[in-house]
């Protein structure tokens, strides 16, 4: 096997969706959620509710390959409003759904919008997926890309789209790096020289306050899109 050839990665392709919604007026802002199994997606999605709900109006969609099982969860842990939270069964590779047919990703997003609209902020969860996977600019309008330190302190240094173009990559369950033996400097570094000047934010969601570096990354895309499209 030869490993000395060029890397290609697959592109965020389509045009970024309009502004506004059909109706008129801004629409939300869309910030997609990617990430391997078991990385700590939902719970972040969960966090990032529960942190500025009382702050904008907002809305998630999640993304399954055959349940309901992530919107479940955010249901029984009541983190919304029951119509504020809708589910996408993809009946395939997550990435299909959030990168190649976002057709039905859309079409969940736009239905928020008009039943419990108008809206600030639409999270956009995307199954578990592996490193190459990225939502289409068609669908969303940044995206976090979420790894954890229990998966390996080397996910960085072997990089993937979802950890080098990222908007912003978080490094999750800090908490367990001493008990599974994770440098967490090592992965700064690492993270440091994939992405360069994009930002990584290193979370514990254990903690009260362990979400709060996302949801000032969050802040500052909501103030930006608002100035933006004012």
């Not at 997003?109 to 008009?114: A, N, R």
């Not at 290193?202 to 608002?226: H, K, M, Y």
Request: glycine share 10%; hydrophobic share 40%; proline share 6%.
């Amino acid at each position: 096997m030869h490993l000395d050839h060029a890397v290609t990665y697959p592109e965020r392709h389509t045009h970024s969706a309009e502004p506004v919604r059909p109706g008129g007026g801004r629409r939300a802002l869309r910030i997609g959620l990617g990430g391997p199994v078991g990385s700590g997606k939902t719970a972040t999605v969960a966090a990032l509710c529960r942190l500025l709900r009382d702050e904008v109006s907002i809305a998630v969609v999640t993304n399954d390959i055959y349940t309901r099982e992530d919107a479940e969860f955010l249901l029984r842990n009541a983190v919304l409003p029951p119509e504020r939270i809708t589910a996408v069964e993809t009946g395939a590779c997550p990435h299909t759904a959030i990168r190649d047919d976002i057709s039905a990703n859309l079409e969940a997003v736009e239905d928020l919008e008009e039943t419990v609209g108008p809206l600030d902020l639409i999270l956009v969860e995307s199954g578990g997926d592996n490193l190459t996977a990225t939502f289409s600019k068609g669908l969303v309008d940044a995206q976090i890309f979420v790894i954890d330190v229990a998966g390996g302190d080397d996910i960085p240094r072997k990089g993937g789209p979802g950890v080098t173009t990222s908007d912003l990559l978080v490094v999750n369950k800090t908490d367990l790096a001493p008990y599974v033996g994770s440098d967490l400097g090592r992965m700064a570094r690492d993270a440091a020289a994939q992405r360069g000047e994009l930002p990584v934010a290193f979370t514990s969601l254990a903690a009260d306050d362990g979400i709060e570096p996302v949801g000032e990354w969050v802040r500052r895309q909501l103030a930006a899109w608002t100035r933006a499209h004012a």
